[in-house]
């Protein structure tokens, strides 16, 4: 069967010339002429794809992208934005409404269909891992084995470290798994892997704390070919004022524990109010240390908040991240004696590897399935698996 693509543009020979292209090249062809009509259009018709023009008289189309994405029916159909604003200011307000790509005007036919079969392709891969990851929240009666991860200082690579385990858990144990990354206005997951305007995590915020069920959050969890769910934040720097909204995370963790067998939090750095509702919901909880003395110095002050928290060494494990290649780093022995506990896995340096997955959008651990970086990403889901 076809794919259907809803064209949207005020522009009559924009239309007809598009729905040709479009047509010869086998795809199956609904339009709208106004913002408003593209609304009642995609809500009826449920078009695989939507080419959006901006500029139109009765409702632009960020604000109709903002209403599509706002919609439970539609929230779910790509959107390629299509028109001449070309400035960086409007693509990024594309991007912020929630487009999924933006192409400008004029351009190439064969660009055009270009945008359109990648958007239609990582749409499809979505699609497929859904259909073969078991019924999520229906099917899991007991809860998750919740994991945060944290860092006593910023760039040690968390977010990595999250998005890669939660892939390899994945594989290994053969289990529905949700990675979250708990980290408004901090996103960085969502670039990693090709998802260009991430607002699971807002979506979720806007509600009030009894409207974080089941039904309102699956809706929202991107679908990942990995077969990893992953609930997104948002990378503007001003929905970080959502931080404080600790009990709107508790409620969320609780819900997202009925939903996977095991869950993955991000949780950044430091203990913010989010992580301090949420540790100590945790069962596991991976700390992240590298071997410089004042970050040492760092863990040692968590680990004495965390045992304030009522959560002792028993529930965590420290990994260390060797980011540069350096002698005047510890080694691994001069860092377990300086924390006095055990490190479970040590991570050589890979920024060569990490950059080029990025590149491609891709989790380390698939990019080079053979790498030691991914060899150990295995071992510590591994060790996380024995001690279930």
């Not at 913002?35 to 009826?44: E, I, N, P, S």
Request: aromatic letters at 4%.
């Amino acid at each position: 069967m076809p794919e259907k693509i809803l064209v949207v543009d005020d522009d009559v020979d924009t239309l007809r010339l598009v729905g040709l292209m479009l047509q010869r090249n086998g795809y199956d062809i609904v339009a709208a002429s106004s913002g408003r009509q593209a609304l009642l259009t995609a809500l009826r018709e449920q078009p695989d794809l939507i080419i959006l023009d901006v500029m139109m008289p009765d409702m632009d189309g960020y604000e109709v992208t903002r209403k599509l994405r706002a919609d439970p029916k539609t929230l779910a159909i790509p959107i390629i934005m299509f028109t001449a604003k070309s400035q960086i200011d409007d693509k990024v307000t594309g991007f912020e409404a929630g487009a999924d790509d933006y192409l400008t005007k004029p351009t190439q036919p064969r660009e055009l269909l270009a945008h359109i079969k990648a958007v239609l392709a990582r749409t499809a891969k979505s699609r497929m891992a859904a259909a073969l990851e078991p019924p999520p929240a229906s099917a899991v009666q007991e809860q998750a084995q919740v994991i945060g991860l944290i860092a006593p200082k910023g760039g040690l690579g968390v977010s990595t470290l999250a998005l890669n385990l939660g892939v390899a858990l994945r594989a290994q144990a053969k289990q529905s798994t949700i990675v979250a990354e708990y980290r408004p206005g901090q996103g960085s997951m969502g670039l990693m892997l090709g998802y260009l305007n991430p607002q699971g995590l807002n979506q979720l915020l806007q509600r009030q704390v009894t409207e974080l069920s089941t039904r309102s959050i699956e809706p929202q969890l991107v679908i990942h070919t990995s077969g990893v769910r992953f609930l997104l934040s948002s990378y503007k720097p001003s929905d970080a004022q959502q931080i404080v909204r600790g009990e709107a995370f508790e409620s969320l963790t609780r819900t997202l524990s009925y939903m996977s067998k095991y869950l993955l939090l991000d949780l950044g750095t430091a203990i913010s109010p989010i992580a301090a509702s949420t540790l100590p919901m945790c069962d596991r909880i991976i700390i992240v240390v590298e071997p410089i003395p004042t970050t040492l110095a760092q863990a040692k002050a968590m680990f004495d908040d965390l045992q304030e928290m009522g959560i002792g060494p028993g529930r965590r494990q420290v990994v260390l991240v060797n980011r540069v290649r350096s002698d005047i780093q510890l080694s691994w022995s001069q860092v377990q004696e300086e924390l006095q506990t055990r490190v479970a896995v040590s991570f050589t340096p890979a920024p060569e590897l990490l950059y080029q997955a990025t590149s491609r959008n891709m989790p380390a651990i698939l990019y080079q399935s053979e790498s030691l970086t991914a060899q150990q990403f295995g071992k510590l889901a591994k060790l996380i698996l024995q001690a279930a």
